[in-house]
């Protein structure tokens, strides 16, 4: 007679999730077990409840066939404001060198923000990403999974983009012409502020020729 401990377990059926969404998934299930885990106590990046919300959204995508995580429906974030004035401009990347043109920018988001649940620290990082010319559609995508967005926030800021820009790339922000002239360490550390996120995920650097030109350049130039 057979020894039922030694039976095989069965695969378990291929996930529909993307490459990228099944190994956050995973990454994400290794935190579990370990209560001084990020999904316990968050990484810097992402509070606990961001975690613990993104992991629930891939698994309910994955459910649902889906290849990217699934938002619960009508479920705006926890630090969504009262309105859409009420969002906090002092927390935007950057917000000591606002000026008027993105003023105007930002002006024009986040209604689109509050409209669609988008709390504030989702807010502020995609107003950061517009004002750096973080690039394309899709950098945007992996730059805002990496930030624990749903596909329904990434899906609201990528229609505004598209609206606001006509399709171009980010209107790029000119905020800081004298710091890059006059203190070339100051734009060289802000370039690698842009390199990699929390838990060394690549950012918007890796795909931005220009900026990888300039880093260079500054390099060259002696900057440190």
């Not at 378990?12 to 990454?27: G, H, I, R, Y």
């Not at 630090?79 to 930002?106: K, M, N, Q, V, W």
């Not at 709390?119 to 930030?147: C, W």
């Not at 899906?155 to 070339?184: C, I, M």
Request: net charge negative; no cysteine.
């Amino acid at each position: 007679m057979a020894d039922d401990s030694t039976a095989a377990v069965p695969a378990p059926a291929p996930s529909s999730l993307s490459p990228d969404a099944q190994e956050t998934k995973a990454q994400i299930e290794g935190w579990i077990g370990d209560r001084s885990s990020p999904y316990y106590n968050g990484n810097g990046e992402l509070t606990a409840d961001n975690i613990q919300n993104h992991y629930r959204d891939l698994v309910r995508g994955e459910l649902h066939g889906q290849a990217e995580a699934m938002e619960e429906p009508h479920a705006p974030d926890l630090d969504l404001p009262l309105h859409a004035g009420a969002y906090d401009i002092a927390s935007i990347p950057g917000a000591a060198t606002i000026g008027a043109l993105e003023r105007g920018i930002i002006d024009n988001f986040l209604p689109v923000a509050f409209a669609n649940g988008l709390g504030q620290r989702k807010a502020a990082d995609a107003i950061g990403f517009v004002l750096s010319g973080g690039g394309t559609p899709e950098q945007f995508k992996f730059f805002a999974h990496g930030r624990g967005f749903s596909e329904r926030a990434i899906d609201a800021v990528l229609s505004w983009y598209s609206k606001f820009t006509n399709g171009a790339a980010a209107p790029h922000s000119e905020r800081t012409p004298a710091l890059q002239a006059s203190d070339p360490s100051a734009r060289m550390r802000a370039i690698e502020a842009e390199m990699f996120f929390g838990n060394g995920i690549p950012g918007p650097y890796w795909n931005n020729p220009a900026m990888q030109a300039e880093y260079r350049a500054l390099i060259e130039g002696g900057a440190r």
